[in-house]
């Protein structure tokens, strides 16, 4: 039987960044990922599914310099954000969080920048197993190599330390959590994934090269029903872009109020959409009066997961703390530090599967739960305070924020818009208002909604 001081279930970002830097620390360290085929990879790897946008400042919250960053994993470089309304638009050309990236953002495939990061682990000495995946595993508080990994495969993997970085599926996560949790209590009730999580799915089209927007991620909100549901265009390499959208998980058209208020919707619907169907609408919807959807934006059949199309889920949940006296840490989308608020959340998973990485390989993980909040805390308390002030919003509310928003960042000084910046102030303020006692709400890590101190250990 094998032997490691860190073992990683997992080797998407939070995984490969855990191995890399539990290898880098001196442990003897294996990345397990169970692997699975993509149409633009030539070999097994992680799910590699997501939007794949990154902002400014969140290349420093992954604690990456970005000129380390491989020009092939870059595909554009951003200076704006649309947020697109049934009636109102709203413009962002910077996040106003200093940040080290000279520019607004960039896009980035996916794929490549989860090989890039396995490059690294692989070169820092961790030990990387594809194809290889984790049945369950077991736990002895008493012994020196506490977890035994049974394997698909029959083999048994022990490890001093175990990091679960499982994304939002949390296959391994959940059976591993509930042998500390008592009173008929799991860990489901809080990250279940059909509850947990909401589903995206997105399609890789070729736009018209006048409608290509190489320099701009779009957003339209209020135009389809769900608690941060919301479709999108990310601009790719040459003129092909990303087409998606998020959504709960098992919504039901008869729950949505107002649903003749909803651009995507039809009347004569008799159930929510399907991804597909909903990204047809949104382009149709969008251009559909001077273009055919068809043959003005065919799917790119050679990229993405399968014949250009990806579904996957995305954790819309607040992050548990980890069992760390057990040598257990949870990193990424499988403790809920992902959202769907902003579409994933790569950098979140990179930074705390970096903390639970070198905490294990220095035998320093009880401080991982503290570690974790200090380093990626502010930007999960940012998420989880919008999401909860928008979960109720219709179209109406979502036009009133971005007139808002644009009468505040335009650069006119016209005398009509100085007018409304004044009318704009009172329901700023509000907005404001309500974002601060929110987030004071969640204040000292409040947004955790399972704290070590519940597990049994």
Same mark, same amino acid.
């Given at each position: 039987?094998?032997?490691?001081?860190?073992?990683?279930?997992?080797?998407?970002?939070?995984?490969?960044?855990?191995?890399?830097?539990? %290898? !880098?620390?001196?442990?003897?360290?294996?990345?397990?990922?169970?692997?699975?085929?993509?149409?633009?990879?030539?070999?097994?790897?992680?799910?590699?599914?997501?939007?794949?946008? /990154?902002?400014?400042?969140?290349?420093?919250? /992954?604690?990456?310099?970005?000129?380390?960053?491989?020009? =092939?994993?870059?595909?554009?470089?951003?200076?704006?954000?649309?947020?697109?309304?049934?009636? =109102?638009?709203?413009?962002?050309?910077?996040?106003?969080?200093?940040?080290?990236?000279?520019?607004?953002? $960039?896009?980035?495939?996916?794929?490549? /920048?989860?090989?890039?990061?396995?490059?690294? %682990?692989?070169?820092?000495?961790?030990?990387?197993?594809?194809?290889?995946? +984790?049945?369950?595993?077991?736990?002895? #508080?008493?012994?020196?190599?506490?977890?035994?990994?049974?394997?698909?495969?029959?083999?048994?993997?022990?490890?001093?330390?175990?990091?679960?970085?499982?994304?939002?599926?949390?296959?391994?996560?959940?059976?591993?959590?509930?042998?500390?949790? &008592?009173?008929?209590?799991?860990? @489901?009730?809080? #990250?279940?994934?059909?509850?947990?999580?909401h589903i995206a799915y997105q399609e890789y089209r070729e736009f018209p090269e006048?409608?290509?927007?190489?320099?701009?991620?779009?957003?339209?909100?209020?135009?389809?029903?769900?608690?941060?549901?919301?479709?999108?265009?990310?601009?790719?390499?040459?003129?092909?872009?990303?087409?998606?959208?998020?959504?709960?998980?098992?919504?039901?058209?008869?729950?949505?109020?107002?649903?003749? &208020?909803?651009? #995507?919707?039809?009347?004569?619907?008799?159930?929510?959409?399907?991804?597909?169907?909903?990204?047809?609408?949104?382009?149709?919807?969008?251009?559909?009066? =001077?273009?055919?959807?068809?043959?003005?934006?065919?799917?790119?059949?050679?990229?993405?997961? &399968?014949?250009?199309?990806?579904?996957?889920?995305? @954790?819309?949940?607040?992050?548990?703390?980890?069992?760390?006296?057990?040598?257990?840490?949870?990193?990424?989308?499988?403790?809920?530090?992902? !959202?769907? $608020?902003?579409?994933?959340?790569?950098?979140?998973?990179?930074?705390?599967?970096?903390?639970?990485?070198?905490?294990?390989?220095?035998? @320093? #993980?009880?401080?991982?739960?503290?570690?974790?909040?200090?380093?990626?805390?502010?930007?999960?308390?940012?998420?989880? @305070? $919008?999401?909860?002030?928008?979960?109720?919003?219709?179209?109406?509310?979502?036009?009133?924020?971005?007139?808002?928003?644009?009468?505040?960042?335009?650069?006119?000084?016209?005398? =009509?818009?100085?007018?409304?910046?004044?009318?704009?102030?009172?329901?700023?303020?509000?907005?404001?208002?309500?974002?601060?006692? +929110?987030?004071?709400?969640?204040?000292?890590?409040?947004?955790?909604?399972?704290?070590?101190?519940?597990?049994?250990?």
């Amino acid at each position: 039987m094998e032997r490691f001081d860190v073992a990683i279930v997992g080797g998407g970002p939070a995984g490969m960044s855990a191995g890399e830097r539990a %290898a !880098s620390h001196g442990a003897s360290a294996v990345v397990l990922e169970q692997g699975v085929p993509r149409a633009d990879r030539d070999f097994l790897g992680p799910d590699s599914t997501d939007a794949a946008g /990154m902002l400014d400042y969140w290349v420093d919250i /992954m604690d990456e310099d970005y000129r380390e960053i491989p020009d =092939e994993v870059i595909l554009q470089e951003l200076d704006r954000v649309d947020f697109v309304g049934p009636s =109102e638009t709203a413009t962002l050309r910077k996040t106003g969080i200093e940040a080290s990236y000279p520019k607004m953002g $960039f896009t980035f495939h996916r794929a490549r /920048m989860d090989d890039w990061l396995r490059e690294r %682990a692989e070169d820092a000495g961790a030990e990387y197993c594809v194809g290889v995946g +984790v049945k369950r595993a077991e736990t002895t #508080l008493d012994a020196e190599y506490r977890h035994t990994l049974r394997l698909a495969d029959g083999g048994d993997i022990e490890a001093k330390y175990l990091v679960l970085a499982d994304g939002p599926q949390r296959r391994v996560t959940l059976d591993v959590l509930d042998q500390f949790m &008592s009173d008929g209590r799991s860990v @489901s009730d809080h #990250l279940s994934p059909p509850t947990a999580n909401h589903i995206a799915y997105q399609e890789y089209r070729e736009f018209p090269e006048e409608l290509f927007e190489p320099t701009a991620l779009k957003f339209w909100w209020g135009v389809m029903p769900g608690e941060t549901a919301y479709p999108w265009v990310f601009p790719n390499d040459g003129t092909v872009a990303r087409v998606g959208l998020t959504m709960p998980i098992g919504m039901d058209l008869v729950d949505v109020k107002n649903p003749d &208020s909803y651009a #995507l919707l039809h009347p004569d619907d008799e159930g929510i959409p399907r991804g597909g169907e909903y990204v047809r609408r949104l382009l149709e919807y969008e251009y559909g009066d =001077e273009y055919d959807v068809d043959s003005d934006f065919p799917i790119v059949e050679n990229r993405g997961k &399968s014949k250009g199309t990806e579904t996957y889920p995305i @954790s819309s949940t607040r992050p548990i703390e980890s069992p760390t006296k057990a040598g257990i840490a949870v990193a990424g989308g499988a403790m809920g530090t992902t !959202s769907a $608020f902003h579409e994933g959340g790569y950098h979140v998973a990179v930074r705390s599967g970096k903390i639970a990485g070198e905490l294990a390989a220095t035998d @320093s #993980l009880e401080s991982y739960n503290d570690e974790w909040k200090a380093a990626i805390g502010e930007e999960i308390l940012r998420n989880v @305070s $919008f999401a909860d002030i928008v979960a109720d919003y219709g179209p109406d509310d979502w036009d009133h924020v971005f007139s808002v928003v644009h009468n505040i960042t335009s650069d006119d000084d016209g005398t =009509e818009l100085i007018k409304s910046k004044v009318g704009s102030g009172v329901r700023g303020a509000k907005l404001a208002t309500q974002y601060k006692r +929110v987030k004071f709400g969640y204040r000292n890590g409040g947004y955790v909604q399972l704290k070590e101190s519940e597990y049994t250990i």
